[in-house]
């Protein structure tokens, strides 16, 4: 995701990622409650938790935006908040374009953990961590 000094604005002639997800930074999880957390996010509809490029963690949850036009502009765009720029990348189509890492599922999730945060993934109860598949 592109780092945003927050004067950059939206390209009001395409819709951006930030005008059809509501994307919230995440702590990075350091705890077991934290990752409790992102499954509970993901047990939601429309939500996916994704890693960034600078390995930043978000909740992206699938919304339009109520400003964007019948063509996909940003009715606006010129008193847009700071924070569509923030959470803006221009080349981004989808959260793929952002993620390093994307998940939209429990199993997932838990997979990443398993493979990449052992440590972490064994604080969790053996329930869920059984989630994981083999």
């Known amino acids: ?47 996916e938790v994704f890693v960034d490029e600078y390995h930043d963690w978000y909740l992206a949850v699938r919304g339009k935006c109520r400003q964007l036009t019948a063509k996909k502009r940003c009715a606006v765009v010129r008193r847009q908040p700071a924070i569509c720029a923030e959470f803006s990348d221009y080349e981004a189509k989808s959260i793929r374009d952002l993620a390093l890492y994307s998940f939209k599922t429990e199993k997932q999730l838990l997979k990443y953990f398993k493979e990449k945060r052992p440590a972490l993934f064994k604080k969790l109860t053996p329930k869920i961590r059984a989630a994981s598949g083999k």
């Open 1 to 47: 995701m592109s780092k945003s000094n927050g004067n950059d604005k939206l390209n009001p002639k395409k819709c951006d990622v930030a005008c059809r997800y509501v994307l919230m930074e995440m702590n990075y999880p350091r705890t077991k409650w934290d990752v409790e957390s992102f499954l509970w996010y993901l047990y939601h509809e429309d939500c």
